[in-house]
Structures are given as C-alpha cells and as structure tokens.
C-alpha cells in the first residue's frame, strides 16, 4: 500500500482532488494537508485522510511527514512562495522522497533530485497545440488505428525498470524503441530499461493493455516480466529421493505468488509409485509432463518454457550442472531458482553480496520484488578484507532509494571480512546471485575463479535465485 501526501491549495489542487476520489486507486492511501477553506471536495473516499497543516511551517510537516511513511509527495498550490518553502522543508526533512510539482511559473528547480516538474504552462500548449491543423498524428492513430502502436511510460519501482530488455518476455508484443534524456534508443537485448524511460511499443492491442498494466504496476508481479508462469524440472535419476519434498517447497513458492501456474517436466522416470504420488498433486493450476525419452531433453525444456510462459525455472544443484542447464536458460533469459540444503519453508531473509555496480544495479528490482513478495528481509551485505566501502557508495545510495520506492525496507551491512565464510555461516537464508554467461559449475577450477559469483554458487547451504544480466553491454546505456 502506497501512502501520497498531497500540498493542496486553490483551484486546480481542488479539481485534482475531486479526480482522485473519483478515480479510486486501491493500492494507494492518500492524505491531504491543506490550510485554507475551499480546497477539499464535499465528498471524500474513505483511502482519504484530510490534515489541516500549512505545509510552510517546517514543525508541522515535519510531525505530518513522521506519522506516516510517504512513497511520494505532490505539490499543488497557488502561491509561489508557499511552494519554494514547502519544497525546501520536504527536501530537509526527507533528502529522497519523490516529489511531483505543478510549476505555473516557470521555476528554476529542475536540477533537483528526485523531483519532476509538471510545468502546467507548457502541458495546456501541447494539448492546444495538437488540436491544430497539419499537425503530425500521434501514435494511437497510425497503422490500424486500434491501439497496436503504443507509449509507455516506466515509474520508479516499476518490475521492469533495471531490466535488460532480452529478459523481458515478449510474446506478441515489441518494444521497438526506447526514448530517454530526448534521445531515440534502438534496443538491443543488453539495453537496460530505466525509470523514466519511454517505450515504444508494438503488438496486439490487448497484450498492450495486459503489458501497461504490468509496466505500472510497482510490486507483486514477480516472476515478471521475465515470464509468468512456474516450471519444475525433476530428473528421477538424480531428484527422486526429494522428488516429492520438491514438489511440495514449488507449490509453496507459487502460493505466495499471485496468480501463477506451476508445470512440472518429469525426465527419466523410474518408479511408478513415486510418479503415482506426484500426479494425485494434479489440478487446474498444476500440471505434470512425463519425457520418457532420454534424448533432446533440452529441447523438450525450452518448447515448455515458451509455450508456457515461463518465467521462474526450478531445479536442484543436480540437475542444473548435469544438462549443463546455465547455457540454455541464461540463453532463454528465465529466473532460475536451486534447492539448498534449507527449504524454503525456513528461509526469512535474502542476501545480495555486494559485486560491480552494473551487476548490483540490474538484480535491484527484481530483489525487492522478491523480498516483498515473500516478505523477507532483504540485506545488501558488503565484506570486504581491505575494507574499501568508498567504491559501494552509489550502490548503496540506489538500493535505500528502491526501498523508498517499494516501501520495503533494506539492511545495509558492511564489514572487514571474508564474505564467503560469512555467507557460510549465515542461517535461513536465500541467496541472489547473478546469472551471468561467464558463471561456471562447481569444480575444482573454483578455487581458480576471480569472480566472487562462482564461490557463492559452491555452497549447496543455501537455496538460490539466479538473476540473468548481460555483461558485454552492462552499463553501457
């Protein structure tokens, strides 16, 4: 739940007002502070709470603001000064929060952090403007004129902001374009969708309406939008044993999750009890699939994923080193989560080793989605033996603003040590690693590896979610 503080004072702030109560929104609570008569409309919606507080007193916002955790502030007034003052006590309160500002005076403010100017001004121009004749057409009325061409707008918190957009599942839809800083982008699938961003798009219009759904909605999509769906893959030669607790930790994962489907792939089966026992788990959002044959195995298991919509992949440390599983699902672009030692029913934290500021960068989003929809606690763990924490700065300054953003909050340890014997002795916990093309099976050329990825993925303790990332063109947009 979203809680917005709204400034309100004069006209326009009543008419936005009158708007939210009737576009009712149930994700968001919003309060009011407003100081003179005439501002609040006769009826308010219950996600509604009025404050009679004049937000250019610093005390009194200050009290407001520390009753209730605010995901974002919008400014709307009449007056100036009341905005220039309201604006620096927001920002000495809270140097983070988003603010949104109705500018009718053409301020010099835009260089602020975190801060987007609706120069309302220039938006009455533009709309005037395109009412005129010999004016280009907008997007909704090229091609078919049915909504097949469409522009996105990313939010901050979005599930695809921070994506690369080859793990951005795209069935019968494109993002053709991305516009950013006034500037066309052609993606490749390395580019990485920022907040803010402008996606062009191209598909049939109900997927479009499906995707801007998706594209605006903050939290709770997870596995999206690297696919929906949940897809479980036991080989009987080497899961048998714990076939059924398998099964069982899934179908728990796809339960805290909305709306998923969970399909299970069963290679070499042997046993006819076992395989007994895992059909009467059968029903409308459970299906099993027996592969009796031995070969084309991995081709059977990208037909699945596609067909499927498969966005998480579930196997065992087993399974995924014997079909060499890294290269084919890093190459599908899919979340991959591994058994450990602990299950899942145990596990009440996740932990991002600190890594490269690209790598930490591209796995934020997906790690908060994460945490909140499980409800973990989400730490950002830096151990470091020379205890250089000056490099991590910019990462830790990304990841407490996503926490503002998903309203979830974030440990922040940092420490002189050796970051694989800490994560070694750490209990109930889920691992987020990367998923990179370079990562390498457990093996005694581990011990060899520079990358830090490839001593975590060795320890079986802990069950692991992999993020895929693209390296060759990280950080490059």
Not at 23 to 37: C, G, V
Request: proline share 4%; hydrophobic share 40%; glycine share 4%.
């Amino acid at each position: 739940m979203k809680n917005i503080l709204i400034l309100a004072d004069g006209n326009t702030a009543r008419y936005f007002l009158e708007w939210v109560s009737k576009k009712r929104i149930s994700e968001n609570n919003y309060h009011i502070a407003f100081y003179k008569d005439g501002v609040l409309p006769e009826n308010l919606n219950r996600d509604i709470t009025a404050h009679f507080c004049d937000p250019t007193s610093y005390s009194k916002l200050l009290s407001l603001m520390s009753s209730v955790r605010f995901s974002e502030v919008f400014i709307i007034m009449d007056e100036v000064e009341d905005v220039r003052y309201s604006l620096k006590n927001i920002r000495e309160i809270d140097d983070k929060i988003f603010i949104v500002l109705l500018d009718k005076w053409n301020q010099e403010c835009s260089n602020m952090e975190n801060l987007t100017i609706v120069n309302q001004n220039q938006l009455i121009s533009s709309h005037l403007y395109d009412h005129l004749p010999n004016v280009p057409v907008i997007a909704q009325n090229i091609g078919l004129g049915e909504g097949e061409i469409m522009e996105m707008v990313v939010p901050f918190g979005s599930s695809y902001s921070y994506r690369h957009i080859g793990s951005i599942a795209q069935r019968k839809w494109k993002i053709v374009a991305i516009y950013r800083d006034k500037k066309q982008i052609i993606p490749t699938s390395a580019t990485i969708v920022r907040p803010n961003d402008i996606l062009l798009t191209l598909g049939k219009p109900r997927v479009l309406d499906g995707v801007y759904k998706s594209i605006n909605k903050r939290y709770g999509l997870f596995p999206e939008p690297f696919g929906k769906n949940i897809y479980l893959i036991l080989d009987m030669l080497v899961d048998e044993d714990k076939a059924f607790e398998y099964l069982q930790e899934s179908i728990y994962l796809a339960d805290r999750l909305e709306n998923k489907n969970i399909y299970i792939r069963v290679v070499n089966p042997a046993h006819f009890d076992v395989i007994s026992k895992l059909k009467k788990e059968e029903n409308h959002r459970l299906a099993i699939h027996i592969y009796y044959d031995t070969l084309h195995i991995k081709e059977i298991l990208e037909y699945d994923i596609q067909s499927f919509n498969i966005g998480l992949v579930i196997n065992s440390l087993d399974t995924f080193n014997k079909y060499n599983l890294k290269e084919e699902l890093f190459n599908l672009k899919k979340l991959v989560y591994i058994f450990g030692d602990i299950s899942l029913y145990n596990i009440n934290n996740c932990v991002i080793m600190m890594g490269s500021e690209a790598q930490m960068e591209s796995i934020s989003s997906t790690s908060f989605d994460l945490a909140e929809s499980f409800d973990f606690t989400l730490k950002l763990c830096n151990y470091d033996p020379e205890g250089d924490f000056e490099k991590s700065k910019q990462i830790i300054s990304h990841y407490e603003t996503l926490s503002q953003i998903f309203n979830h909050d974030i440990q922040i340890v940092q420490s002189i040590d050796n970051p694989v014997r800490r994560l070694r002795k750490m209990n109930n916990t889920l691992q987020i690693i990367p998923f990179t093309s370079y990562m390498k099976k457990p093996s005694i050329f581990t011990l060899l590896s520079r990358h830090l990825e490839d001593y975590f993925f060795k320890l079986e303790k802990h069950p692991k979610i992999l993020v895929p990332i693209e390296i060759s063109e990280i950080g490059s947009l």
